[in-house]
């Protein structure tokens, strides 16, 4: 399983249906803060949580 944080993996930016760049939006959950990665055409493609090792 690849790390979606790790440096140079920046595969959870593209949309693997269109391979476009997707936008990045803040998500508030009771945990912290996530980022969702939206392709426009598509909708959501992965959820990262930038924070997980300082938990």
């Known amino acids: ?12 930016r593209t949309c693997p249906e269109c391979g476009g760049d997707c936008v990045p939006e803040p998500v508030p959950t009771g945990e912290g803060m996530r980022i969702a990665f939206t392709c ?12 997980r090792d300082q938990r």
Do not use: A, C, I, Q
Request: proline share 17%.
């Open 40 to 51: 426009p055409e598509h909708g959501v493609h992965s959820v990262v949580d930038p924070f």
């Open 1 to 12: 399983m690849s790390d979606p944080l790790s440096p140079g993996d920046e595969s959870y």
